[in-house]
Nanobody, 114 residues
Framework: QVQLVESGGGVVQSGGSLRLSCAAS????????MGWYRQAPGKQRELVAD???????NYADSVKGRFIISRDKVKHTVSLQMNNLKPEDTGVYYC????????WGRGTQVTVSS
């Protein structure tokens, strides 16, 4: 079992920055991928960015050039640095990982005001 705990959400003005962090605890063989999804009101959950165990990042087109994902394999954490935030980035951000199955955090709210 893997538990994921997110931190770092909040309210920010358009153009501002926020940093999200997620810590994994429990037991696992390998956290194949760690990443972030988001869900805006009335919309489906979508991938924001993820990073493999080898450190290869993957970004949604909408955040490329603005967000940076990083991972600490020793501390079992994944972080998302979000820069130049836009109102359309507003949503609940969920930490995600995959081992032999998927795990999700409870989510943290990010609100970007115009």
């Amino acid at each position: 079992q893997v538990q994921l705990v997110e931190s770092g959400g909040g309210v920010v003005q358009s153009g501002g920055s926020l940093r999200l962090s997620c810590a994994a605890s429990g037991s696992w063989f390998s956290l194949v991928v760690m990443g972030w999804y988001r869900q805006a009101p009335g919309k489906q959950r979508e991938l924001v960015a993820d990073i493999t165990d080898e450190g290869t990042p993957n970004y949604a087109d909408s955040v490329k050039g603005r967000f940076i994902i990083s991972r600490d394999k020793v501390k079992h954490t994944v972080s998302l640095q979000m820069n130049n935030l836009k109102p359309e980035d507003t949503g609940v951000y969920y930490c995600h990982t995959r081992t032999t199955r998927e795990y999700w955090g409870r989510g943290t709210q990010v609100t970007v005001s115009s």
